[in-house]
């Protein structure tokens, strides 16, 4: 599975967009990139996928470059309830692959 | 729909007692997983159910972990006997036909004196 890279912590005003970055340079054509997020005291929650195409949902928007090596993950109106540490993970999904958490982005949310 | 149920959801133990984690998975998910977070760090998969089979137990130390999934249903992680680095919280979580998107329990945080 790719190795991917994230900053270690970031800070979002309320009401504003959250962008948040992942690179996975090494990440291979059939892998899958997994955003989880996990609130302080509380297990992860699964957020958004995508492999090429970018993906929204109701909890986010996924923007993944055309060359793959990078994606954003875009929370449009971030609340205090966002503050959370935030995991990008490559996963291919065409082997017995696993998620492998890093240690993610930790964003705080101000008022 | 009722989410992944642990208990207990803290223990505190001293160094060479047992302990034990009960898990309850969503109803209906197939795949059930225990994984290990210590402080500071992402959570790392112990072990992998599929039904009331061990897909992956390949970081799942053997000499003093395991676990098991009687009926496909519920499951025990067992820690005999624990040592000091094996205080941090022990997540359950399952997940359906799409394993990549699981669903995790709230944890039981162990603290090893």
């Known amino acids: 599975d790719a190795k991917t890279t994230q900053p270690t912590s970031m800070d979002c005003a309320e009401g504003r967009a959250a962008n948040l970055p992942c690179n996975h340079s090494t990440i291979s054509g059939n892998e899958y990139v997994y955003w989880y997020r996990q609130i302080h005291s509380q297990g992860p929650q699964y957020i958004i996928h995508?492999?090429?195409n970018n993906e929204t949902n109701e909890m986010a928007s996924l923007i993944i470059t055309e060359d793959r090596k990078s994606s954003t993950l875009i929370l449009p109106h971030a609340t205090l309830r966002d503050t959370a540490v935030y995991y990008c993970i490559g996963v291919n999904t065409g082997t017995a692959s696993k998620l492998t958490f890093g240690t993610g982005t930790r964003l705080q949310v101000t008022l | 729909e009722a989410g992944v149920a642990q208990s207990p959801r803290y223990k505190i133990i001293e160094k060479r007692q047992s302990v034990a984690f009960w898990c309850n998975p969503i109803?209906?998910?197939?795949?059930l997983y225990w994984y290990q977070q210590i402080l500071g760090q992402g959570p790392k998969l112990l072990i992998q159910f599929q039904n009331n089979g061990v897909v992956d137990d390949s970081q799942l130390p053997k000499d003093r972990f395991s676990a098991e999934r009687l009926k496909g249903v519920d499951s025990t992680l067992k820690i005999q006997p624990a040592k000091l680095e094996d205080s941090a919280v022990y997540l359950c979580a399952s997940s359906s036909s799409q394993i990549y998107e699981q669903y995790f329990g709230p944890g039981t945080r162990l603290t090893v004196t």
């Open positions: 995508g492999l090429k």
């Open positions: 109803s209906g998910h197939a795949t």
